[in-house]
């Protein structure tokens, strides 16, 4: 069965700080892995998408890096702002003929002043 | 202002009332998708639909049901059948269902049963 799991559940961060992001999975065929960012309330919003070929992937203050030999990957947010409170989500979706996703159950971040 | 959405945000149901949720696209995609987000647990997929007149269930798709009659909307009907009604609803769309298409949600619908 395809997996993916996160930690921390939740983490607690003071403003400017940096924080990493943890996600394993056992997806397979793997096509590709995916952080979003859900504000409270709000939908989804996508922020890298990764393939087998990439280990890294920067898209401003957030930088994913993905494993494929060992499943693992992780999202660093540097000079945290408040703003970046939210759940971040991974997500990883097998190859077929059609879409095929797994999504993570999430980590809670809280940027506090 | 491309984008998707849904409607109402908040809606309250009372026990043994089939209720729709709507959910709007103007990003001319043809994949389109409904999720369940409870707490504690990742997106669940209910049901996804590749084309126009077209849908398959997903995971967790009893209880449920939708239409697709038009490239822009796909509502979702929530039925007296579904025993655990009370979450949260995302409705999201892609180019088409690769595994490599971005899927763009919609701001949700929250729906509890009283």
């Known amino acids: 069965k395809n997996q993916v799991e996160q930690s921390p559940q939740s983490l607690i961060i003071l403003e400017g700080k940096n924080c990493t992001l943890q996600?394993?999975?056992?997806?397979?065929?793997?096509?590709?892995l995916r952080w979003y960012k859900q504000d409270t309330g709000r939908g989804p919003v996508s922020l890298t998408i990764?393939?087998?070929?990439?280990n890294t992937k920067s898209n401003g203050r957030y930088t994913a890096t993905l494993d494929a030999d060992t499943k693992q990957s992780s999202l660093h947010i540097t000079a945290s702002q408040l703003s970046d409170s939210a759940s971040y989500i991974c997500?990883?979706?097998?190859?077929?003929?059609?879409?095929?996703?797994?999504f993570g159950t999430g980590t809670k971040l809280q940027v506090i002043p | 202002d491309g984008g998707i959405t849904q409607s109402p945000k908040y809606l309250f149901r009372k026990e043994g009332q089939n209720v729709t949720l709507s959910c709007e696209q103007n990003?001319?995609?043809?994949?389109m998708y409904w999720y369940r987000q409870d707490p504690g647990q990742g997106l669940r997929l209910i049901y996804y639909?590749?084309?126009?007149?077209?849908?398959q269930k997903g995971d967790i798709a009893e209880g449920y049901s939708v239409s697709r009659e038009k490239k822009e909307s796909f509502p979702l009907t929530v039925t007296s059948a579904q025993k655990n009604p009370t979450a949260f609803y995302l409705c999201?769309?892609?180019?088409?269902?690769?595994?490599?298409?971005?899927?763009?949600f919609g701001p949700g619908t929250r729906l509890t049963v009283l």
């Open positions: 999201a769309s892609s180019i088409d269902t690769r595994a490599t298409d971005t899927q763009y």
């Open positions: 996600c394993n999975y056992t997806v397979s065929p793997f096509s590709n």
């Open positions: 990764m393939t087998f070929s990439e």
């Open positions: 997500v990883v979706s097998a190859r077929g003929g059609y879409q095929k996703v797994t």
């Open positions: 990003l001319n995609h043809d994949a």
């Open positions: 639909s590749q084309i126009v007149n077209d849908f």
